[in-house]
Nanobody, 115 residues
């Protein structure tokens, strides 16, 4: 079982920026998607951004233009640059790696945006 380690969460004022990183304990062969989800209190977990196997990126409408997702060439680290943060971006952010044999989740990192 691959382990995913997240870092970079914290408290920031509205309009500020944070960068989240997620690194796998080993290479995940043939990843079909590497991405970030978030869960706000009382809400379901939702996709924030993902990079698909061919490098195509996918963003939630609420973050498009403000967030940028990238990955390293070894396909072991995915990074989410979050700019112009809003209070509604508050939640626990989870990274997720998928391949044809299943998927793995990180433990989650808290992002809190104050107004």
């Amino acid at each position: 079982q691959v382990q995913l380690a997240e870092s970079g969460g914290g408290l920031v004022q509205a309009g500020g920026s944070l960068t989240l990183s997620c690194t796998a304990s080993r290479n995940i062969y043939s990843p079909t998607a590497m991405g970030w989800y978030r869960q706000a209190p009382g809400k379901q977990r939702e996709l924030v951004a993902a990079i698909l196997g061919g490098g195509i990126t996918n963003y939630a409408d609420s973050v498009r233009g403000r967030f940028n997702i990238s990955r390293d060439k070894r396909l072991t680290t995915v990074t989410l640059q979050m700019n112009n943060l809003k209070p509604e971006d508050t939640g626990v952010y989870y990274c997720n790696f998928k391949n044809p044999w299943g998927d793995s989740w990180g433990q989650g990192t808290q992002v809190t945006v104050s107004s």
